[in-house]
């Protein structure tokens, strides 16, 4: 039994189900808005939501797309006897979260997010170029129209910014000198770029596409900045071999199997920004015509 791990109606793994589907393997897709109760059956751990329930022994693979394994805690009245409890609960929990990730698995809930200071500074590490980067809570230091910044966090959106609107952070050039000091901020070089990278990692092998952004004012600094009345151009790409014979060296150290990574081409150089162990990639298979979704399905 495959276990699934989503949000509601996210399309790539509505994707990949559909070739599960055709493959006729038995799956379990668990959304976000789902709490188990941990119970025992059998002498076995038997884990039941609403919507779901599940042997933990049946489950042979997983998939962390998005969202995770939520649990019901039990409360009790006595604090002392809450205190104690609340540890067991955790205890057991900790036991089937980790049970889940030792099985055959594309990524974990464990590090579906990671330090975007960390990833820089072991990519560098490795080999890869990375741009010049700094914080600051002034932009004393910063050089105008040859800097930009961006979230330290890997998630840019915020939600219920304003009533009933959503938001997004976006790359930002900086063009002017601020007079006030403000919350520690990430800086980094201006790259003045060929075209952007896309690339899908996936069990050692990647899968990139080229993003022609640069031809945009909206896209050019930030190409999120999607232009729907007339697209970026999307091709297939090829990094060098020594580029991703660096890209499989920082997955391993992150420990992971499956994720997004962006860079920049610039003349001779590859920058290397950012990897998302859960970013989007449907559009690298539908642009480029790579059968990423059944890739996974047969990997599960």
């Not at 938001?167 to 070089?189: P, R, V």
Request: hydrophobic share 35%.
């Amino acid at each position: 039994m495959i276990l699934i791990f989503s949000d509601n109606n996210d399309r790539t793994t509505i994707e990949v189900i559909r070739w599960l589907v055709a493959l006729n393997k038995d799956f379990i897709l668990v959304n976000d808005d789902e709490f188990f109760d941990i119970k025992a059956d059998k002498k076995q751990f038997f884990l039941q939501s609403q919507k779901n329930s599940f042997f933990l022994d049946d489950i042979q693979s997983v998939w962390y797309r998005r969202g995770g394994l939520f649990f019901k805690r039990y409360q009790y009245s006595n604090n002392s006897i809450n205190i104690y409890m609340n540890e067991t609960q955790h205890w057991l929990e900790d036991y089937i979260l980790k049970t889940l990730e030792s099985k055959k698995h594309i990524n974990k809930q464990s590090n579906s997010h990671v330090n975007k200071l960390l990833v820089l500074e072991y990519a560098q590490n490795i080999g890869l170029n990375v741009p010049e980067y700094f914080l600051a809570e002034n932009t004393d230091e910063v050089i105008l129209a040859k800097t930009i910044t961006k979230a330290i966090t890997g998630n840019a959106s915020l939600d219920n910014i304003l009533e009933n609107k959503d938001g997004m952070l976006y790359t930002s050039i900086i063009d002017k000198k601020e007079k006030d000091s403000f919350f520690i901020s990430f800086f980094q070089e201006k790259i003045e770029k060929d075209f952007e990278i896309r690339t899908f990692y996936l069990n050692g092998e990647c899968y990139s596409m080229a993003i022609f952004s640069q031809n945009d004012d909206q896209t050019k600094t930030d190409f999120r900045k999607y232009n729907n009345e007339k697209p970026n151009r999307n091709i297939r790409y090829s990094l060098p071999k020594d580029v991703e014979d660096k890209v499989q060296k920082l997955m391993q150290v992150l420990d992971l199997n499956c994720g997004s990574l962006d860079f920049i081409k610039s003349g001779d150089l590859y920058y290397f920004l950012e990897v998302n162990p859960v970013g989007q990639f449907a559009n690298v298979a539908y642009h480029c015509n790579y059968p990423l979704f059944k890739k996974i399905a047969d990997y599960l």
